[in-house]
């Protein structure tokens, strides 16, 4: 009889070991590598069109910021210079900043409030709505383009059509509305409120997912049109203004065709409508002084980070959304 102390015992390790060795081994083979690749493989354009088209001009841009650069000389390092001289040495810099502000003022309000009142008209049940929608839309397709520029320019001119309809009206001495300074910036705001399909759709969308239960229960309680709007449309189409407002600020604060084609390129008359970025491109292009306009760049995307952080701070008291009380 054999004692048990004497029998051979399972080898530590060794069920480990045979487990181990019985699993294929696909870690290292080239076809892992090759799909692990793959994903990147496809991003690849992807990524080399932001390095090269977003973040690597982005950070040339920010370099140039602080040289003092003609396109043709060498760069000379000159700090904070650019920025110190925008704020307190270039009058024509601030005149510009006061005009883009003024116009994101009056623009803005002004569009969103007429996209969202021919929305609720046509809210309303009109047929044949896919044609007006296509309609409506085109202005903001056409809009920033030259030729609806130079339209405008005739339209607003001292024999255009707009001065041509109030004499029929029986108005007299009507100025020429793109060459007078009290006038000029208000013709690019109403071109810019002209441009009201792509806010005026985003609208309509928003106003569709209203359930018109509550608008039914409104009216059993006795509400009217005004209150049913300023109780129920208003509240529930909140989160589509604040986004709306957020495109079509930063559309506002980056005009630029508009008031280059009105005023031949020099902001005019007496820079009434001397935009940030055309004073920008003025800078750059005209008197190749690269490495300011590229300090003001920067400075626009602060102020419009800033206008949008804003925003986005304060949307907690106004905004409404699905799941807030």
């Known amino acids: 009889m054999t004692d048990k102390a004497t029998l051979p015992g399972p080898t530590p390790g060794a069920g480990v070991a045979h487990y181990g060795a019985g699993r294929p081994r696909t870690a290292g083979r080239p076809g892992s590598v090759r799909r692990a690749l793959t994903p990147y493989l496809f991003l690849l354009p992807w990524i080399v069109g932001v390095i090269a088209v977003t ?42 900043a006061g005009v883009t502000f003024r116009y994101v003022l009056l623009s803005v309000p002004l569009q969103l409030a007429f996209a969202l009142g021919l929305a609720l008209l046509l809210n309303r049940g009109v047929r044949g709505l896919s044609i007006y929608r296509s309609v409506y839309y085109l202005p903001s397709l056409l809009g920033s383009s030259v030729a609806v520029a130079i339209l405008w320019r005739q339209v607003f001119g001292r024999s255009g059509l707009v001065n041509r309809a109030l004499e029929v009206m029986g108005f007299e001495n009507l100025p020429n509305w793109i060459a007078t300074p009290q006038h000029a910036l208000q013709t690019l705001v109403v071109l ?65 065709t508009q008031a280059y084609i009105i005023s031949g390129g020099n902001g005019g008359p007496v820079d009434s409508t001397l935009f940030y970025t055309l004073y920008l491109y003025q800078k750059a292009f005209t008197d190749f002084d690269m490495g300011y306009a590229s300090a003001m760049a920067w400075v626009l995307l602060v102020v419009i980070a800033a206008f949008t952080a804003i925003a986005f701070s304060t949307s907690r008291y106004w905004v409404y959304y699905g799941g807030d009380r």
Not at 235 to 247: D, E, Y
Request: proline fraction near 6%.
């Open 192 to 256: 810019n409120v002209w441009t009201f399909g792509s806010p005026m759709i985003i609208f309509l969308a928003g106003l569709r997912q209203i359930p018109t239960e509550l608008y039914e229960a409104a009216s059993v309680d006795g509400a009217g049109t005004a209150r049913k709007f300023a109780m129920i449309t208003v509240p529930l189409l909140t989160p589509v203004i604040f986004f709306n407002l957020i495109l079509q600020m930063i559309h506002a604060f980056q005009a630029f």
């Open 55 to 96: 973040l690597g001009p982005m950070a040339a841009s920010l370099y140039l910021s602080f040289t003092d650069y003609n396109l043709v000389g060498r760069l000379n390092w000159v700090g904070l210079d650019n920025y110190r001289r925008m704020f307190t040495d270039d009058p024509r810099f601030l005149a510009a």
